[in-house]
């Protein structure tokens, strides 16, 4: 069974960095690109980019280019999400998910339980 | 980037009713690389239908899917209690790949 398990949810401070993972159980977690997905409190689902564990070849959504870092390792099987410099306007839940298929395009056919990462000063 | 728009935004029914949702894409979908999510309060979003018409594993076959080119549809046939949630389409043929805003279906 895939089970895709997250870190805990985080209270920080504007300026702050932060490093939340995705620890993949199951069917080879290397050969499946893994995405992560942002949820504003209230809000819709905003794709943020994908990694690919294997060769952590990475592919950011240009609305979140530059702002956070995706990362793997793949000897664990878990994927990371950071930023350098926290905002307020970071504060959502952040889902990670498997692609469905070993394929460049397919569903997210498996999900994380969330992290909930709250920025406040 | 391809903009999804679901509508209506809120749907009210009944259990026992036909839910109906649209989403339309601001350019074609590839393939028909269009999918659909449930998401219930708390709990992370659910993949139900894939390829525009594919369900995924497990979902009942109350859910249906259908379209082509930038008109899809999600329908659930008769309502179920658990079926009131809100419901996200997907683009995954082009990148970066993009959600609609989401319908809620609602008692």
């Known amino acids: 069974e895939v089970q895709l398990v997250q870190s805990g949810a985080e209270v920080k401070k504007p300026g702050e960095s932060l490093k939340i993972s995705c620890k993949g159980s199951g069917s080879n977690f290397t050969t499946y690109w893994i995405a992560w997905v942002r949820q504003l409190p209230g809000k819709g689902l905003e794709w943020m980019g994908i990694i690919y564990p294997a060769d952590s070849d990475t592919r950011y959504s240009p609305s979140f280019q530059g702002q956070v870092t995706f990362s793997a390792d793949k000897s664990i099987s878990t994927a990371y999400l950071q930023w350098s410099s926290l905002k307020a306007s970071d504060t959502a839940m952040y889902y990670c998910?498997?692609?469905?298929?070993?394929?460049?395009?397919?569903?997210?056919?498996?999900w994380g339980q969330g992290t909930l990462v709250t920025v406040s000063s | 980037e391809i903009v999804m728009t679901q509508s209506p935004g809120t749907l009210s029914l009944s259990p026992g009713e036909r839910a109906t949702l649209s989403c339309r894409a601001s350019?074609?979908?590839?393939?028909?690389?269009l999918a659909w999510y449930q998401q219930k309060p708390g709990q992370a979003p659910r993949l139900l239908i894939f390829?525009?018409?594919s369900r995924a594993t497990g979902i009942p076959d109350r859910f249906s899917g259908s379209g082509y080119g930038t008109d899809f549809t999600l329908t659930i046939s008769r309502l179920e209690p658990e079926d009131f949630a809100v419901y996200y389409c997907q683009q995954y043929g082009r990148s970066p790949r993009t959600f609609g805003g989401g319908t809620k279906v609602e008692i």
């Open positions: 350019q074609s979908v590839s393939s028909s690389f």
């Open positions: 390829g525009a018409s």
């Open positions: 998910a498997r692609y469905s298929f070993r394929a460049a395009a397919a569903p997210l056919g498996f």
